[in-house]
């Protein structure tokens, strides 16, 4: 059996948590291949029980679903151990049998959430909008073959020896800036708190490649599952205001220690219009009485920060970009209910380059901003769509919106989202 891939098309927030929640239904693992603390992955289990899984893989909400955790993550051991007591506390305990995280997973030390907030606040006007989670430094860290690993926990001594050794350096490279005081003396407890919970989640600790090839090689499917999006990804994405680890498809193999002959589908989520949380360009952003009606229809803020996102139509340009960059099999479609009510809906279809633009280059960073969006418009609907489960039963200028949109990018539309719970989805083939 293959491995099947789900990465977001957006930059991030696109409803990725419900729609993996639904796919692992059918699976035996779900596994986690990038991101860390700054994902927000938000599954309605009932009418009264919500999570949002930071670090742990949205298939441990199914009781017979196993999570694995790859070498592509950071993990901010003390938080992931808080979200394992959530669901313990809601009876889905969370022991060996059901989760292993690899050995290799860089750990988010307490000193690099220091760091982000100074590096932002240096920036100024020039500021990413992090989630000041920690996470860029770690994969930074990750990179200068400084960062410290999970496997680093077998001893027990030189853990606490890097984890001394990087606060150090970090106090020392911050200069006249950096914590003192009780600051400083909260920093060291924070580290000495974030050996302990490094120490308590190596019994965990394993290799997630080979555990993916042996549920492969026994007929186990397993479900690969992405966090942020596709235009977030800092080789691919609105550079440079990404992210720090892989947000497409590709990033599963190196993310999870798997060849590209094992990839079978891979499924694309995106919105049925745009947001964007944090500084950046976006072409289709709404700054008006529109965007305002769709964050506060769709709840846009944010899962992990709270902050209010930034709202748009769905661009169609960057839609058609992020499938191809995927190579999407098909793609599931949320929070398509939020547009009921609209007169008429819009999307992009189109940019008119920047004069300044080289034809033969696709603009993703900064320069995006200069470029004008085209749209075509449609027809909305005025009736109430939520918690629909039938395609026949949809308005016909949601239908109509619906294929358009899958006309635009290129591939099936196999799931229409109306509403947040579990059985509020519209399926079709694909």
């Not at 699976?27 to 927000?40: L, Y």
């Not at 029980?49 to 930071?54: A, E, M």
């Not at 360009?281 to 899962?303: C, H, K, M």
Request: proline residues 5%; charged residues 25%.
């Amino acid at each position: 059996m293959p491995v099947d891939v789900l990465t977001g098309l957006q930059w991030g927030d696109e409803g990725k948590g419900k729609i993996v929640d639904i796919l692992s239904e059918s699976v035996d693992a779900v596994a986690r291949f990038s991101g860390g603390g700054n994902a927000g992955h938000t599954v309605s289990v009932g009418p009264d029980l919500s999570f949002v899984l930071h670090h742990l893989p949205t298939g441990l909400l199914r009781e017979n679903v196993e999570g694995l955790i790859g070498s592509g993550c950071v993990i901010d051991p003390g938080a992931l151990l808080g979200e394992m007591g959530e669901l313990a506390g809601a009876g889905l305990p969370v022991d060996r049998g059901r989760l292993l995280i690899s050995a290799g997973a860089h750990l988010v030390h307490p000193v690099y959430r220091v760091v982000e907030k100074w590096d932002e606040a240096r920036r100024g006007d020039s500021s990413i909008g992090t989630t000041a989670r920690g996470i860029g430094p770690c994969y930074a860290e990750k990179y200068w073959r400084r960062g410290i690993r999970l496997e680093d926990a077998a001893f027990e001594q030189g853990l606490r020896h890097k984890a001394r050794e990087q606060l150090e350096y970090h106090l020392d490279a911050m200069g006249g800036s950096a914590p003192s005081g009780s600051d400083l003396s909260a920093l060291r407890d924070a580290t000495g708190r974030f050996v302990e919970a490094s120490l308590a989640l190596l019994d965990y600790a394993g290799d997630v490649s080979l555990r993916i090839a042996d549920i492969l090689e026994s007929g186990g499917s397993v479900l690969a599952e992405g966090a942020q999006g596709a235009l977030l990804d800092p080789d691919h994405g609105t550079y440079p205001y990404v992210t720090g680890g892989s947000c497409t498809a590709g990033g599963a193999c190196s993310g999870l220690g798997i060849g590209p002959r094992s990839i079978g589908q891979v499924v694309g989520v995106m919105k049925a219009y745009s947001t964007r949380v944090g500084a950046g360009p976006f072409p289709t952003e709404l700054p008006n009485e529109t965007g305002d009606r769709i964050r506060e229809r769709g709840g846009e803020y944010g899962a992990t920060t709270g902050r209010p996102r930034r709202c748009g139509w769905l661009d169609g340009v960057l839609a058609r970009y992020a499938v191809r960059l995927n190579g999407c099999s098909w793609v599931a479609l949320t929070l398509l209910d939020v547009l009921s009510g609209f007169e008429k809906l819009r999307v992009c279809n189109r940019y008119e380059l920047d004069p300044e633009a080289s034809a033969g280059i696709f603009e993703r960073g900064a320069r995006m901003a200069l470029h004008r969006p085209f749209y075509r418009e449609l027809d909305g609907w005025e009736e109430e769509i939520r918690g629909m489960t039938s395609w026949d039963a949809l308005p016909r200028k949601a239908r109509d919106y619906v294929l358009y949109l899958e006309e635009l990018i290129g591939v099936p539309i196999g799931l229409v989202s109306t509403g947040p719970g579990r059985s509020e989805i519209i399926r079709r083939d694909v």
